[in-house]
């Protein structure tokens, strides 16, 4: 139980983009109606219709070019620390070693679990992060979801559980 390397999922990563693609048709479409098909032309609802079909494309356009990466590693639990590149977040941060880890807890957000990684000194991790970031991460720690994992939540809860038991110290 040195290294636990968890990639990425495809499959959660495909539905991710299926539903933006799903969401971008669906905002050019109500764009497409209110120009072209309504008798009365509203600019402002067109124009935010037009605006979320292109953040859709945008969307797509990142899932898609994450979902063919060539790095697919995701977590990387060892005896050093914790590496969670599922998020920006994550990925800014970099490895966070286990005795900078204060407490490890479960939550959940827009119904979605994640595990909490509250830092003893986060001011250590967090320098090159926004300031907005900066008292995010001070206030509530750093999630780590399985949302994008090839692992479930529960799995994912006692490996990191175990893992800053064992090697907190």
């Avoid at 969307?59 to 994450?66: C, D, E, N, Q, T």
């Avoid at 920006?88 to 286990?98: E, Y």
């Avoid at 001011?123 to 999630?143: K, M, P, R, T």
Wanted: contains cysteine; hydrophobic residues 45%; glycine residues 8%.
């Amino acid at each position: 139980m040195n290294e636990i390397i968890i990639e990425f999922d495809n499959k959660k990563r495909l539905k991710l983009v299926c539903l933006g693609v799903v969401f971008t048709v669906a905002a050019l479409a109500f764009a497409y109606y209110i120009f072209f098909v309504a008798e009365k032309i509203r600019i402002a609802h067109g124009t935010m219709m037009l605006m979320l079909g292109c953040l859709g494309i945008y969307f797509i356009i990142v899932g898609l070019k994450s979902l063919f990466d060539k790095d697919r590693t995701g977590l990387i639990l060892n005896s050093d620390g914790i590496h969670f590149k599922g998020t920006p977040l994550g990925k800014a941060i970099g490895l966070i070693k286990w005795n900078a880890v204060q407490s490890v807890s479960e939550g959940i957000a827009h119904r979605s679990p994640f595990v909490s990684l509250k830092l003893r000194n986060p001011e250590d991790h967090i320098q090159n992060l926004s300031s907005q970031l900066q008292q995010f991460v001070i206030s509530n720690g750093i999630a780590v979801t399985a949302d994008q994992l090839a692992v479930d939540f529960n799995e994912l809860k006692s490996l990191i559980a175990d893992y800053h038991q064992r090697y907190r110290q």
